[in-house]
């Protein structure tokens, strides 16, 4: 445990600072720690509260980005599918993707020749490849309006992205990296060879301050606003907000395929079954202004996504069938702003500032979650030379050791619910299915000896318990119900304002420890 400061007092030293608790921040404070350096982040919300809670939950290549060129980025991302897969395989596992053939957009050997790139240039093993289907006579083919007779089926990887955020944070944290929640950063400022770092506890509105010997600004779609508040940088952040927003409608089909469908203005979108009783469909792709955190969906992309699928569904989607949307804001690198924004590269770019021998200061732009672990190598690699030599682990651990609960083997996900409803049995299956996923292997300590529902103490609706409660604020930084019904799960969908409110009220009684445990 760190020794807290007033910013007039001694200050604790760390080697390396992270500003941001998205999936970014959290992927290097994990791989940094793991190396054997002392790292501190802080998170001015919740873990994954911004965009990394707002993606289309997909370890995926990128299909679309070989059309413009992207072959390292699309082959990085191709590589990480399995490697996610193997280290996490309780939150991420395969999915089985239709690509219906439109006459009047890409022509089938385009559309071929892309996905055969795609099964070969990024070290598959373990995923199914493409095949050709015919859709009437295919399961898949059955949702589609009769017009759509060819397709293409491939492979790509879900993953539940806020899940993916939170277990790097305490994977991290159980290695000794201090994680704050609820901490914002009031300035950063070079000072005596070292990073002096001011912060607030925004519960207690305590001020502090830390130094460090590195400083990595990995805020999102903030990191143009922390270089310019934060750390006195009046050069403008070479950075493009663009939104993208997702629709979830009632259940749409009940095989466990995806779609990826193509419009005339050449984006894509996906159609994908969702929580077990819904379909999310997204996303769009226009720039963004205003905070961030003020994103929302708008009428005319919820037209716009309804429409869209209403042109390859045999189903008409019409706004009244949406049930929740969501939204967030893609921080990219601005190399081109005359490029549209479905065409502005997704590709990770680091700037490492570090004049004349001072303190470092790497601002990350950009990246997609599925390149998060290589992101935080690529980042590591820049600022080694600036700190202290490394006394962990090598370069590369982060896909070979499993993140918390996911120490089973990659496709022995029935197996262990097996061997649980065998432990449980008093849990019913979707219960148990929903825990599993969310937790793995932990799902014990969370569950302990318990031998009935009611040894797990009240429950708030959608089967949450007062144990879940308890294990979530231990653990997980967990301190209000958005947290739990919209970041650590999406039970939100299930439960009733009246349950969110009981599970504030008991989360008030729920006494946090300053730091999660181990």
Same mark, same amino acid.
């Given at each position: ?16 600072? =992270? ?13 940094? =720690? ?31 980005? +070989? ?19 193997? =280290? ?50 295919? %399961? ?21 992205? *806020?899940?993916?955020?939170? +277990? ?12 704050? /929640? ?9 000072? *005596? ?13 305590? /001020? ?6 590195? +400083? ?32 979830? %409608? ?33 996303? /769009? ?37 949406? %049930?929740?949307?969501?939204?967030? %804001? ?7 702003? #005359? ?112 031998? *009935? ?19 979530? =604020? ?14 650590? *799960? ?8 009246? #349950? ?19």
């Amino acid at each position: 445990m760190e020794t807290y400061a007033h910013p007039e007092s001694s200050a604790e030293t760390y080697d390396l600072a =992270v500003i941001g608790g998205g999936i970014n921040g959290c992927g290097i404070a994990r791989d940094a =720690v793991g190396r054997g350096w002392r790292v501190f982040l802080a998170e001015k919300n919740d873990l994954a509260s911004g965009t990394s809670s707002a993606s289309t939950k997909l370890i995926h290549g990128g299909l679309r980005y +070989l059309e413009y060129y992207e072959f390292r980025l699309v082959r990085e991302a191709l590589m990480e599918r399995e490697v996610l897969w193997g =280290v996490a395989p309780h939150i991420v596992w395969p999915l089985r993707f239709v690509l219906p053939y439109h006459k009047k957009l890409r022509p089938r050997w385009l559309l071929r020749l892309g996905l055969f790139l795609y099964d070969y240039i990024g070290g598959r093993k373990k995923l199914p490849p493409t095949r050709s289907v015919n859709l009437r006579r295919d %399961v898949t083919g059955q949702p589609l309006k009769p017009d759509y007779v060819h397709a293409f089926e491939y492979s790509d990887c879900w993953v539940e992205d *806020s899940r993916l955020v939170v +277990l790097n944070a305490m994977d991290a944290a159980a290695r000794g990296a201090v994680i704050r /929640t609820r901490t914002r950063c009031l300035e950063a400022v070079r000072e *005596s060879g070292a990073w002096r770092v001011t912060l607030q506890d925004e519960a207690t509105g305590q /001020t502090y301050a830390i130094r460090a010997r590195a +400083l990595v600004n990995a805020a999102g779609p903030w990191v143009g606003d922390v270089g310019q508040s934060v750390l006195h940088n009046n050069t403008r952040a070479p950075v493009r907000l663009v939104q993208g927003s997702h629709i979830v %409608v009632p259940k749409l089909y009940d095989h466990p395929g995806c779609y990826i469908f193509q419009n005339d203005d050449r984006r894509i979108f996906f159609v994908i079954p969702y929580e077990q009783d819904f379909t999310l469909i997204g996303t /769009t792709d226009q720039d963004y202004k205003g905070d961030p955190a003020d994103v929302r969906a708008s009428t005319e992309e919820i037209a716009y996504l309804c429409r869209s699928a209403s042109d390859y569904l045999a189903k008409a989607i019409t706004p009244d069938m949406v %049930v929740w949307t969501y939204s967030g %804001v893609r921080p990219l690198y601005n190399e081109d702003s #005359d490029t549209a924004a479905q065409a502005a590269t997704r590709d990770y770019v680091l700037k490492l500032d570090a004049p004349d021998g001072a303190p470092a200061l790497l601002s990350v732009y950009g990246g997609k979650i599925t390149t998060f672990r290589r992101l935080a190598e690529s980042a590591l690699a820049q600022l080694a030379p600036h700190l202290p030599p490394a006394t962990g682990k090598a370069a590369g651990w982060t896909g070979k050791e499993n993140l918390p609960g996911g120490d089973f083997p990659m496709q022995g996900f029935p197996a262990l619910k097996a061997e649980m409803a065998r432990r449980y049995p008093f849990l019913s299956d979707r219960h148990l299915h929903r825990l599993l996923r969310a937790y793995g292997t932990r799902v014990t300590i969370l569950l302990g000896d318990a031998a *009935s529902m009611a040894d797990l103490g009240e429950t708030f609706g959608a089967d949450i318990t007062e144990a879940e409660l308890r294990y979530l =604020v231990q653990y997980e930084w967990v301190r209000t119900s958005q947290d739990i019904l919209w970041r650590r *799960s999406k039970l939100g969908l299930r439960i009733s304002t009246t #349950d969110q409110a009981r599970i504030d009220d008991a989360l008030t009684e729920i006494v946090p420890a300053r730091e999660p445990a181990a």
